[in-house]
């Protein structure tokens, strides 16, 4: 399995601290060998997954091999903000 993380999954990881820092990509590797606390998110933003990183998540679409990273943030903001990202988008088009 590929991954592809987006320009602002790795900008926002590269704010991180170190460790957290580390953390989020061991654990964005980890995707290739199928690790990780993944899981379907539901309502509004079904059709994505989410990884679990402690109190970060990450936003991932599945397209064949491929597992694009889309949107990284705090636990506590990362749905609301990612609904508004996909509503703005849905908008533009």
Do not use: H, N
């Not at 601290?17 to 993944?38: F, M, N």
């Not at 539901?42 to 990884?51: K, T, V």
Request: glycine content about 8%.
């Amino acid at each position: 399995m590929r991954i592809k993380p987006s320009a602002q999954v790795a900008e926002f990881v590269r704010g991180l601290a170190p460790e957290p820092r580390r953390q989020l990509r061991r654990a964005i590797r980890g995707l290739a060998q199928g690790r990780g606390d993944v899981k379907a998110l539901e309502g509004d933003l079904a059709g994505y997954w989410r990884l679990r990183v402690g109190s970060y998540r990450v936003i991932l679409w599945r397209s064949g091999s491929v597992t694009e990273c889309v949107f990284a943030e705090r636990r506590s903001i990362i749905y609301e903000v990612f609904a508004e990202e996909l509503r703005k988008r849905l908008a533009d088009e």
